[in-house]
């Protein structure tokens, strides 16, 4: 896996652990076990590759991806086991969620070479939460062998489904949709406060671009999930119709198509991009573009590129901190 993967497959919360373990609170627990006791088991868990049926509430919960890891943690639960890949270590945010759930060590399996069945099996999981489970249509047959498994829902599920939407489906499965809704609305008021806080962001346009090997992608097209940004009040920009999914190459002719009245650009790939940050600002056609020559042009660090490209509920805070000075200071031009 190269450097700028690894990038973007990393990402980082320390906000948001404290709110989630807040909505697993006892009685809140005891109400979500409650209501799954009532007749919400049996539970038959559907996909696009079959259907499982979850017998009772589960206790021991496995993970497949860092997005199930993480909204694990958000419900207030520690896996019984999670990838991890090679030896990196744990990322920040889990650690830190890991503390604020008393401190246990999550046990993990070498995803180098992908789901490792035989590890899952190995820790008796009574559910697999598979909800961004990106080789789902490999692994589906076997994992279900293994224990019941709560998949993204529909053909394109894993890149349509919000974050949001898996942690809702993940609170049902698991029996505490009320910690999942807890957890979502604290998402949402954080968005509120900080929305509030900064009103400029109301109106203001913006464009969202990251420097890949083969070409600057215009990453804010219309139809893409720019959902971070449109709840701080930003807009999207007349030129953001001119591009989608199968069409988002910006030619170095046309760079002026980036301008907004912000402009953030992400550079993961450093010197193996097309361009490096260096040499794109220093281009005289760069320099050129209205919100690059106002200083209403910031960069996207490569840690932030991670999780707002893949939210989870613990990262959308996390990237909420880091990300909205940045934009406070391209819009007053500082």
Known sequence: MSRARRVLVAAAVVSLAAAAIAGCAPAEQESAEAAGSDGGYPLTLTSPFGETVLEERPERVAVVSSVDLDIALALGVVP????????SEVEPWAADALDALGGAELATYDST??????????ADPDVILATSGWTLDEDYAHLSKIAPVVSYQGEDGLSSMTWADRTEEAGAALGVPDTAQSV??????????????????AGTSFTYAVIHPEQVTYISYEGSDVTFFTRLGLTLPETASQFSESNAAVSRENLDLLDADVLLVGYPFGDEGLLSQSALEGDALFQQVP???????AVIDDLVASPLAYPTPLSEGWVLERLVPVLADAITGS
Do not use: L, N, R, T
């Open 184 to 201: 979502i609305d604290g998402v949402a008021q954080q968005f509120d406060a900080a929305a509030a806080e900064h009103p400029e962001f």
């Open 113 to 122: 070479d992908g789901v490792d069945y035989e590890a899952i099996a190995a």
């Open 80 to 87: 019984v086991i999670s990838p991890q890949y090679g030896d």
């Open 291 to 297: 919100a690059v020559a106002g200083s209403h042009y």
